[in-house]
């Protein structure tokens, strides 16, 4: 136990020498700071050259101005009225799947990649389905055909 109280003596010795350093490098400072014309370490406070012209208020570009491309044109359907203008919203109803009644695959392309969900799969079987070829069918059994739609563009 007495080790560990002389343990405890050495190091408030060597923190107070610690102190101490600290101190007199301060104090070195400070002095080296009124030697260059300073104030505790900050410069000194000089009037700053302050303008009160008034600056040229310029008006922000509006987004319909600066779109291009496919941008514009959504920006466009949206004005008109089109909510959504890539069918985001719009739900695929999925028909019976009967090669007289397949699922119907909306595409502005000649060709869309296609994920069923077969029963008892986790995972879905992917297809491509063509705009020029008839109802495909899926390993299900289930048919489905491309129609073609008109382009946002």
Same mark, same amino acid.
Request: proline share 5%; with cysteine; net charge positive.
């Given at each position: 136990?007495?080790?560990? /109280?002389?343990?405890?003596?050495?190091?408030?010795?060597?923190?107070?020498?610690?102190?101490?350093?600290?101190?007199?490098?301060?104090?070195?400072?400070?002095?080296?700071?009124?030697?260059?014309?300073?104030?505790?370490?900050?410069?000194?406070?000089?009037?700053?050259? /302050?303008?009160?012209?008034?600056?040229?208020?310029?008006?922000?570009?509006?987004?319909?101005?600066?779109?291009?491309? /496919?941008?514009?044109?959504?920006?466009?359907?949206?004005?008109?009225?089109?909510?959504?203008?890539?069918?985001?919203?719009?739900?695929?109803?999925?028909?019976?799947?009967?090669?007289?009644?397949?699922?119907?695959?909306?595409?502005?392309?000649?060709?869309?990649?296609?994920?069923?969900?077969?029963?008892?799969?986790?995972?879905?079987?992917?297809?491509? /389905?063509?705009?020029?070829?008839?109802?495909?069918?899926?390993?299900?059994?289930?048919?489905?055909?491309?129609?073609?739609?008109?382009?946002?563009?």
């Amino acid at each position: 136990m007495s080790s560990y /109280i002389s343990r405890l003596l050495k190091a408030q010795a060597a923190s107070k020498r610690l102190i101490s350093n600290l101190t007199q490098r301060e104090g070195k400072l400070k002095s080296l700071w009124r030697q260059l014309g300073l104030k505790g370490g900050s410069t000194s406070t000089k009037p700053r050259a /302050i303008s009160t012209s008034q600056v040229h208020k310029s008006v922000l570009i509006e987004d319909e101005e600066l779109a291009t491309g /496919i941008q514009k044109r959504e920006m466009d359907l949206v004005k008109q009225g089109c909510d959504d203008p890539w069918g985001f919203r719009r739900i695929i109803k999925r028909g019976t799947g009967r090669e007289n009644d397949p699922t119907v695959i909306p595409s502005a392309f000649d060709a869309r990649l296609v994920g069923c969900l077969c029963l008892d799969d986790r995972q879905p079987k992917w297809m491509w /389905i063509e705009k020029d070829e008839g109802p495909k069918r899926c390993e299900c059994g289930h048919f489905f055909v491309l129609k073609n739609v008109p382009p946002v563009y």
